[in-house]
Structure formats: structure tokens, C-alpha cells
């Protein structure tokens, strides 16, 4: 029996820079979908497992990066060295980048940061999983802030020591503009809230203190954005950014966010149920710590803060306000 004719080296690396498209023979029913490209390319079996898992081969319209998975009978085979890899469940949505500073817009329910050196899936290492899939050269990450992980938006890293010490000190003289878009239960009413805000306020809980020299200032401005029959979408500018800054001036107005898990120990009302927590990061500005050029950056709500909105837009006020 005759062994496979190969291509010349040359040939099968023409043959995979042209787009195929044919569909599964019946003849290739159940065989692997490196076996079927390495059948059409004429090319070593490495380079049909190569194409597949460098996402150039789909069937049927989705890609097939696994060469060892089985093809049925008509389905559409494309071949496309030019074909594009899916981005990575991982990766993140980077709006802003240079050689200083990236910023990413980040989902709820992924951490800023490992908690320790076993954590996965954070956000720094969604910035090395795009770098990564886009082939480009992997770089150190500092961090100068973090977002809480249930909340989504705009989160900045530096790419350099000097961006690093430049933001770093932008954040501790709070001369950055930030603001978040968030739902809160009942009636907000708009206004400045400012308390001293300690790790716990006597109840093992985060929150504002009158004890003397305890805490740290915290400011809080807010504005009504549009009032829902049981809760009110509010813009929240913060003057500082202590931790859970937002989700305890709030609370503690009477306001719980919708969504929120922590900060409802002194709530009373009847709680909005609600997959994650409605807190985005919507805007960051500030002037850039190397180029001193003035960066304003802008994020639109993600569709499950937009699917909570429309919920809470369509919510029949019970009988009992909130």
C-alpha cells in the first residue's frame, strides 16, 4: 500500500495561505479534523494540528481548535490562514493602551488582582491573555487601584515604574475624575456625603465611624439619574475612593445598591433580588503621569447591568415601599 503523496514544502504552505472551502465527503465521516486538513493540504501531521489550534480551521462556521475532534458527513470545512483566533473567554476589552498605561473595562465577577499567587481568571490576567492572543510581547503589570470584583468598568494599570508612581500618586491625592453609574433601592435624594470610613465600624463590618482619630475621609457626591418604581439609577463622582466607598454611603442613606450582599445589616425594606451587583465604573479621567496629556475615558453599561435596568424599569411597585 502507497504512503500519502506529500506537496512540496512550498506548495502546502501556498495551499494554506489560500482560503478552502469544501464540504466533509462522506468518505471522511468520523475522521479527525487534522486528519481531514492534513488529507486536503497534502502537509505533516504537526502542521494540520498547528492550523487547527492557531484557530484557521472551522466547521460549520465555528472554529475547530481541537485537531483531534471528529467531522460528520456535510458539514462546511474552511481552511483560512488569514481566518482570525476567537479572543479567549479570558481576554479583556482594552480601551485605552500606550507604553505607561493600559486601561480595561472589566466584567463583574472577576477579581482586579490575585488574593494570592494561586488566584486565576483576574484581570491582570486577562490583559496577558489578550497580549497573548493578539501575539504581542508580554509585559509587567503595576497595579494602582482595584475595582471590587462584583463591580464592572474602568480599571487602570501602569506598564512602567515611572506610570506607576505618577498614578500611584494621582489616586492618593484624588486628583482623578471617576465616576459609576448604580442602582440603590428606594428614593435617592442627591447631595455630598462625606464620614470617616473604617475597616470596622464596631460590628466587624466596613463602614463610617465618630470614634476620634479613627477612619479616613470619605467623600461621596451623588445625582439622580432617572427614578425607577423601586429603586433610583444614580451617578456617584468620588471626591476620595476608599474601599466600598460607594456601596456603604449608600447603605447607610438607606440606600443599599441592588444586588448588594454585604451592606444590608441595617436595611429594612424588602430587597430587590438581582444577579449581580448594579455598581459600574463609568468614567476615568486624569492627566497621563508621563506625557502629561489629558485622558478622559468612557464605559457604557454592560448588558447584564442593562438587563438588571430593564427589570427594575418594568418592576410593579409592591405595597410595601422600599
Given at each position: ?289 508621563v506625557t502629561r496629556a489629558r485622558v478622559r475615558l468612557s464605559s457604557p453599561l454592560p448588558k ?19
Amino acid at each position: 500500500m502507497s504512503g500519502p503523496v506529500w506537496a512540496s514544502p512550498d506548495e502546502y504552505v501556498r495551499l494554506a495561505a489560500m482560503r478552502q472551502e469544501s464540504p466533509i465527503a462522506p468518505d471522511e465521516e468520523g475522521l479527525t479534523v487534522s486528519a481531514v486538513v492534513r488529507r486536503r493540504l497534502g502537509c505533516p501531521w504537526s502542521r494540520a494540528r498547528e492550523l487547527c489550534e492557531r484557530g484557521k480551521v472551522a466547521l460549520d462556521g465555528e472554529h475547530a481548535l481541537d485537531p483531534a475532534a471528529r467531522v460528520r458527513n456535510g458539514q462546511a470545512l474552511v481552511i483560512d490562514e488569514h481566518m482570525r483566533k476567537p479572543r479567549p473567554p479570558t481576554a479583556a476589552k482594552i480601551v485605552f493602551e500606550d507604553e505607561h498605561v493600559v486601561v480595561i473595562d472589566k466584567p463583574s465577577g472577576v477579581a482586579s488582582v490575585p488574593f494570592d499567587e494561586k488566584d486565576r481568571g483576574t484581570a491582570m490576567d486577562s490583559v496577558r491573555d489578550t497580549w497573548r492572543h493578539e501575539n504581542r510581547r508580554e509585559r509587567a503589570l503595576f497595579v494602582v487601584h482595584r475595582i471590587d470584583k462584583e463591580t464592572s468598568g474602568l480599571l487602570a494599570f501602569a506598564l512602567s515604574r515611572r506610570a506607576e508612581s505618577g498614578l500611584k500618586a494621582l489616586f492618593k491625592e484624588h486628583a482623578l475624575e471617576r465616576t459609576y453609574l448604580c442602582a440603590a433601592h428606594g428614593r435617592v435624594s442627591e447631595g455630598r456625603i462625606e464620614s470617616m470610613l473604617a475597616a470596622d465600624r464596631g460590628d466587624g463590618l466596613r463602614g463610617s465611624t465618630k470614634r476620634p482619630g479613627e477612619g479616613k475621609n470619605a467623600v461621596t457626591h451623588v445625582r439622580v439619574v432617572e427614578a425607577l418604581p423601586r429603586a433610583t439609577l444614580c451617578e456617584a463622582r468620588l471626591e476620595t475612593g476608599r474601599t466600598h466607598q460607594i456601596r456603604i454611603h449608600l447603605s447607610e442613606a438607606g440606600h443599599p445598591l441592588v444586588g448588594e450582599r454585604v451592606y444590608i445589616r441595617d436595611y429594612r425594606g424588602t430587597l430587590i433580588p438581582s444577579p449581580r451587583l448594579l455598581l459600574h465604573a463609568a468614567t476615568l479621567g486624569f492627566v497621563h503621569p508621563v506625557t502629561r496629556a489629558r485622558v478622559r475615558l468612557s464605559s457604557p453599561l454592560p448588558k447584564d447591568f442593562e438587563a438588571g435596568l430593564k427589570r427594575l424599569r418594568t418592576d410593579i411597585l409592591s405595597g410595601e415601599e422600599p
